[in-house]
C-alpha cells in the first residue's frame, strides 16, 4: 500500500543548529516525492520536489530508493522556520493525487 | 499566480444542520480536491474532481458529498453535520498532465459542528 510516514510529531531545535525532518515512504513504481509547509496563518505551499534537486531557503532534500526515505535537511535552523512541515508523495497511478505524511512541527528556539 | 479561494475561514455549526463549503480557484485547472487536516492525522483526501461533474471519493468520504457544476468551483456538502467533522478543511487545486504534480492550497475553513 501506497504510504508516507513521518515519525516526528515535534521538533525542536535552537537556532543555528542543524535540523532533519524524516520521511519514508512505500509506494510500488517511481514515485515523486516533495515537502510542503505551512507557516503560522499562512496557506500550505510547496517548499521543494525531489525532482527539481535544488535547495529552498536553505533546506534540501535527497530521494533514498534504497531506504525509501526522503529526509529533509537544513544545516543552520532559522526561527522563520518554525512551520508544519508535510512529506507527500505522488506518481503515474495517483491520478495527480498527492499522499500526505502525518505532518511535523518545526519549532526552532531563540 | 494561482489563487484558490474558500468562502469562510471560520464556521460554526449545529450537529445535524447541512454545512455547504465552497471553493473557487482562478486559474483554469482540471483538478480540484478536498481534505480535512487533523494533528497528527495530517491531510486526508475527502473527494477529489477531475473534471466537471466527475467526482471520485477518496480515503474518508463518508458523511460528505461534493459537487462540481462549473469548472472553478468545488464544494463540499456535510448532509447532516456531526461533532466529529469538527476540523480545518482544505481545498486544493492543480493541473492535469502538469507531472511535477504541484496542489496549489485556499486557506483553509476551521469547521467546529457544536
Known amino acids: 500500500a501506497q504510504r508516507v510516514t513521518q515519525p516526528e510529531k515535534l521538533l525542536s531545535v535552537f537556532k543555528g543548529a542543524p535540523v532533519e525532518l524524516k520521511c519514508n515512504y512505500s509506494y510500488s513504481g517511481s514515485p515523486e516525492l516533495f515537502w510542503y509547509v505551512q507557516y503560522s496563518r499562512q496557506r500550505l505551499q510547496l517548499l521543494l520536489r525531489?525532482?527539481s534537486r535544488e535547495s529552498i531557503k536553505g533546506f534540501t532534500a535527497d530521494l533514498n530508493k534504497g531506504e525509501t526515505s526522503f529526509h529533509l535537511k537544513k544545516p543552520f535552523a532559522q526561527e522563520e522556520d518554525s512551520a508544519m512541515y508535510y512529506c507527500?508523495?505522488?506518481?503515474?497511478?495517483?491520478?495527480?493525487?498527492?499522499?500526505f505524511g502525518q505532518g511535523t512541527e518545526l519549532s526552532v528556539k531563540p | 499566480d494561482v489563487k484558490v479561494t474558500q468562502s469562510s475561514r471560520y464556521l460554526v455549526k449545529r450537529t445535524g444542520e447541512k454545512v455547504f463549503l465552497e471553493c473557487v480557484q482562478d486559474?483554469?485547472?482540471?483538478?480540484m480536491f478536498w481534505y480535512r487536516q487533523d494533528p497528527g492525522l495530517g491531510l486526508r483526501l475527502i473527494y477529489f474532481?477531475?473534471?466537471?461533474?466527475?467526482?471520485e471519493k477518496g480515503d474518508i468520504p463518508e458523511g460528505y458529498s461534493v459537487s462540481r457544476e462549473k469548472k472553478e468551483r468545488f464544494s463540499l456538502i456535510l448532509e447532516s453535520a456531526s461533532t466529529n467533522q469538527t476540523s480545518m478543511y482544505l481545498c486544493?487545486?492543480?493541473?492535469?498532465?502538469?507531472?511535477?504534480?504541484?496542489?496549489?492550497f485556499g486557506p483553509g475553513t476551521r469547521l467546529t459542528v457544536t
Open positions: 507527500a508523495l505522488s506518481g503515474y497511478n495517483q491520478g495527480g493525487k498527492l499522499i
Open positions: 474532481s477531475y473534471d466537471v461533474k466527475m467526482k
Open positions: 486544493a487545486s492543480s493541473l492535469t498532465g502538469d507531472h511535477t504534480y504541484e496542489q496549489y
Open positions: 486559474m483554469d485547472h482540471e483538478n
Open positions: 525531489h525532482i
